[in-house]
């Protein structure tokens, strides 16, 4: 089992920026990928990006010039650093971890851009 806590969302003007971090309850070396998915009211869950236990990053081209996927695999913490914020973004951000074949889901952390 992998639990997972997200922080790091908010409220934010557009143009903004906002970090969210993803804390993981196991040990890095057991976990393939850590990243990020995002859901609005009426749409499918979308990938944002994802990052392998090896440093390998998958960006959704939407987000690509704006958003950066990092990881610290001492703290067992995967990071979302989210810059030029637009109200489009205005999502429910989830995190994700693949372990042992299990892919696990964090509870949700709400960003919200105000235009």
């Known amino acids: 089992q992998v639990q997972l806590v997200e922080s790091g969302g908010g409220l934010v003007q557009a143009g903004g920026s906002l970090r969210l971090s993803c804390a993981a309850s196991?040990?890095?070396?057991?976990?393939?990928?850590m990243g990020w998915y995002r859901q609005t009211p009426g749409k499918q869950r979308e990938l944002v990006a994802t990052?392998?236990?090896?440093?390998?990053?998958n960006v959704a081209d939407s987000v690509k010039d704006r958003f950066t996927i990092s990881r610290d695999y001492v703290k067992n913490t995967v990071y979302l650093q989210m810059n030029s914020l637009k109200p489009e973004d205005t999502a429910v951000f989830y995190c994700?971890?693949?372990?042992?074949?299990?892919?696990?889901w964090g509870k949700g952390t709400l960003v919200t851009v105000s235009s």
């Open positions: 994700i971890a693949d372990a042992g074949g299990t892919r696990y």
């Open positions: 990052i392998t236990s090896g440093g390998r990053t």
């Open positions: 196991r040990f890095s070396s057991s976990i393939v990928v």
